[in-house]
Nanobody, 120 residues
Framework: QVQLVESGGGLVQPGGSLRLSCVAS????????MNWFRQVLGKQRELVAGLTSGGSTKYADSVKDRFTISRDYAKNTVYLQMDSLKPEEAAVYFCDACIGVTSDQRSQYWGQGTQVTVSS
């Protein structure tokens, strides 16, 4: 019905950059918000950045001024530009979206995640 697919992860050296993408597809009437989370194995998932349908953004304090979330409305895609990456930010990054599948019905969806490794 609705799918979220992340891409753009990989291996990067400390201080390097990556741009993650998340594409929503399927039966979509409207997307209310899209977010990026990350999770290290054995630890809790944490919010990295979020973008509302009204254009408001939010960031974890640890990534503010280094990460940028943006959205392409025509392509139902949200991006996360990550600069000056740190080793401790290696994790699986997930996108999340609150999607209206009809004019009066909405649900939260998660992608499968894309792995980011920060190492020399």
């Amino acid at each position: 019905q609705v799918q979220l697919v992340e891409s753009g992860g990989g291996l990067v050296q400390p201080g390097g950059s990556l741009r993650l993408s998340c594409v929503a597809s399927g039966s979509i009437f409207n997307i209310f918000n899209m977010n990026w989370f990350r999770q290290v194995l054995g630890k809790q998932r944490e919010l990295v950045a979020g973008l509302t349908s009204g254009g408001s953004t939010k960031y974890a304090d640890s990534v503010k001024d280094r990460f940028t979330i943006s959205r392409d409305y025509a392509k139902n895609t949200v991006y996360l530009q990550m600069d000056s990456l740190k080793p401790e930010e290696a994790a699986v990054y997930f996108c999340d979206a609150c999607i209206g599948v009809t004019s009066d019905q909405r649900s939260q969806y998660w992608g499968q995640g894309t792995q980011v490794t920060v190492s020399s």
